[in-house]
């Protein structure tokens, strides 16, 4: 195991004590805690100062706020700024958030190593997680990865979005003409929006609005 020295950034010891257990049982026995962003930064930056830097950062996406006012306000947060002090970091982030779009974002857009969702047997996924790391491969969750396939798999339009927006919204089917008319959108027929929303459907395996709608409020979508 390449990975000698981890830092956990999580504000639940339940959790925080399950990660211990995990990296233990791979034969990490460097093992830092934080439980709040700030004070994870501040010792990224002492490790770095003692020439003794971390070798991965394992940090939640939320964190609860108390009485402690906090400069940095969650693990997105946390992630940008260790990179700036420490650009080579291993990043591997355990959280409960499930939107595909939110993950996806978190690899594209801050290059972390790997995604662990918090749910049934996620010591094992952990364990994977750490191994692929180690490694120096990324560790995306098959599951996930699915569900962004299966969101990709229709390419959303401004026009798509619009409508499904309305929708959302409460605006009848029936309607929608009308207001897309108003702002000069094409094409503003009926018979459009029927086969823009047809084709959604049947692509997602949908047979309401109703269950569009919500897919798109779950994915980031609208």
């Known amino acids: 195991m390449m990975l000698k020295h981890v830092l956990i950034a999580e504000d639940q010891e339940s959790a925080s004590i399950s990660v211990r257990k995990t990296l233990e049982d791979l034969g990490v026995t460097a093992i830092d805690y934080a439980y709040y962003c700030d004070d994870a ?4 930056r002492k490790a770095l100062a003692e020439d003794k830097p971390y070798d991965l950062l394992i940090t939640d996406l939320h964190f609860e706020e108390d009485s402690q006012v906090q400069q940095l306000s969650g693990g997105a947060a946390l992630i940008t700024a260790a990179r700036q002090a420490q650009p080579q970091l291993n990043v591997l982030v355990f959280s409960a958030e499930n939107k595909p779009k939110v993950i996806d974002l978190l690899f594209t857009d801050l290059s972390i190593n790997g995604y662990v969702r918090k749910a049934r047997y996620d010591a094992q ?5 750490i191994k692929m790391i180690d490694q120096q491969r990324q ?8 569900q962004i396939q299966q969101k990709n798999a229709h390419q959303f339009t401004d026009f798509d979005i619009t409508i499904i927006s309305q929708l959302a ?4 089917q029936k309607n929608l003409p009308a207001y897309l008319q108003a702002r000069h959108i094409k094409p503003s027929g009926l018979s459009s929006i029927e086969k823009r929303l047809n084709i959604m459907k049947e692509t997602f395996g949908f047979s309401k609005n109703e269950q569009l709608v919500a897919f798109c409020k779950d994915n980031g979508i609208i």
Request: net charge positive; glycine share 10%; hydrophobic share 45%.
């Open 41 to 44: 930064l501040l010792r990224i």
């Open 125 to 129: 996924e952990l364990k994977l997680a």
């Open 139 to 146: 560790h995306f969750p098959g599951h996930l990865r699915q």
């Open 169 to 172: 919204q409460g605006q009848l």
